[in-house]
């Protein structure tokens, strides 16, 4: 293992203002203590036009280093080995269920935003699908996508390995994330969820897991542990869920999705197997120990990784996406579909 080469980042130019998303996130609370908030570990950084193919948005750490969401962020919360790929169990049973969660897509909004795995230090960009962006549906009674949703750091769905509960191999992206919480959180903000259950979706043969986590510091919080709390206290809402992604691909003229399991929804204990288990092969991943496909793994963090770079290279990657503001950039007309039977 190398020892991690950090050098002093020069702000970024040419790009747009410092977005606001940032994050609060818990740091050296020992045994027993509640919540707490610290100071922002991650704010971002907006380059070229919101809505138009151009647009990215970069993180940067708390040093104003430019880092990759996919890969430097720790996907547990307080890990004593964030900077480096461990397999050593969390000494700390409390911490046990405690995830940092990267919001793409704001609740109530429409543009598809994701992490771009497949681009250097993988900024969050608006999907493009036939050359166009690409929005979700506002089908009747929603608006949007009905929670915060996500992805979890460090995680990767394999699309060269069969799901053994599903015998579906993986989507090639970090594993999705529904945050059920009440505060509507902002593109790019990073929160630490612990997690309830897991759906697992089948889109188009492929297993597309998604995690039902609520904002540790969400004022009900405290109620849930697991699945079944999201049934007691939230009723309707786990049946919107599966509604939802059952029917948002139909106005664009496909077929409804599928699940596995019957649409049941797992507990608590299934869902972090298998983020262990999309952890694991996201470790092979950044050790070039698996077929990558076109993954990008460039990371500033990650001791030992034959993809690790340094600052200054991190910079210039940054600095070497355009900032064009010419491309039209308006947001998609609303519409909304009423399907019914």
């Known amino acids: 293992m190398r020892a991690l080469l950090l050098l002093l980042l020069r702000s970024g130019r040419g790009g747009r203002a410092v977005a606001p998303a940032a994050t609060f996130l818990q740091r050296g609370a020992g045994a027993g ?47 004593r080995e964030e900077n480096a790929i461990s397999t050593k169990k969390a000494r700390n049973e409390e911490y046990e269920n405690l995830f940092n969660m990267i919001v793409e897509v704001p609740r109530w909004t429409n543009a598809k935003m994701e992490i771009a795995t497949e681009e250097p230090l993988n900024p969050i960009k608006q999907y493009v699908k036939d050359d166009k962006l690409r929005y979700v549906a506002n089908i009747f009674p929603y608006k949007g996508y009905i929670w915060n949703y996500g992805a979890l750091p460090q995680t990767w769905e394999d699309p060269n390995q069969k799901d053994k509960s599903t015998d579906c ?50 004022p009900e919080a405290s109620k849930f542990h697991d699945i079944d709390d999201v049934k007691k206290f939230k009723p309707g809402y786990l049946e919107a869920t599966l509604n939802w992604f059952r029917l948002y691909k139909v106005p664009e003229g496909k077929p409804e999705n599928q699940f596995a399991f019957n649409g049941e929804f797992k507990n608590k204990a299934f869902a972090l197997e298998v983020i262990k288990s999309t952890h694991e092969c996201w470790k092979a991943l950044l050790m070039k120990n698996c077929n990558r496909g076109t993954i990008n793994c460039t990371n500033v963090q990650i001791c030992g990784s034959p993809f690790h770079c340094t ?7 940054v600095e070497s996406v355009l900032s064009s503001l010419n491309k039209e950039s308006n947001e998609e007309e609303q519409v909304w579909h009423f399907l019914g039977k």
Request: glycine content about 6%; aromatic content about 8%; proline content about 5%.
């Open 33 to 79: 203590a509640g919540p707490r908030r610290a100071m922002a570990l991650y704010r971002t950084e907006e380059r070229g036009q919101p809505y138009s193919q151009n647009y990215r948005l970069f993180f940067k750490n708390v040093a104003d280093h430019y880092i990759s969401p996919f890969h430097d962020i720790p996907l547990k919360v307080n890990s």
């Open 169 to 218: 191999c993986g989507d090639n992206d970090p594993i999705d994330v529904c945050e059920i919480g009440s505060k509507v959180f902002s593109c790019g903000e990073v929160i630490r969820v612990k997690i309830l259950g897991i759906l697992a979706l089948i889109d188009e043969g492929e297993t597309d897991w998604k995690l039902i986590a609520i904002n540790v510091n969400d």
């Open 311 to 317: 600052q200054e290279e991190a910079r210039s990657l």
